[in-house]
């Protein structure tokens, strides 16, 4: 199991990155969360197999179509067990 904290940077709100995400936390079984912050960066905690986690860090990279990546901040931490899929927070 691995979890990690993410801050993404560049043009990544407007652009369905959080949707995009979920759906991609989604189709590799990961648990966690993603929101838009008043910065107009993208937060996310992702948590899961090893392999998964760092698959769902490569795509971030690149996001969506219209997104433009500059830079990703990430942080491991422990695993906190999350349970119940991943989910797509408010703006905080």
Not at 2 to 18: A, N, P
Not at 19 to 39: E, F, P, T, Y
Not at 44 to 70: I, K, S
Request: net charge negative; with cysteine; glycine share 10%.
């Amino acid at each position: 199991m691995k979890r990690m904290h993410l801050i993404i940077k560049g043009k990544v709100q407007g652009v369905y990155y959080r949707q995009s995400s979920k759906d991609m936390a989604d189709s590799l079984g990961l648990s966690g969360w993603v929101r838009n912050r008043q910065d107009g960066s993208v937060e996310a905690v992702v948590e899961g197999d090893t392999d998964a986690v760092n698959a769902f860090l490569e795509w971030c990279h690149t996001g969506p179509a219209h997104a433009r990546v500059d830079g990703i901040d990430s942080t491991d931490a422990e695993p906190a067990d999350l349970s119940g899929g991943f989910a797509v927070r408010p703006t905080a």
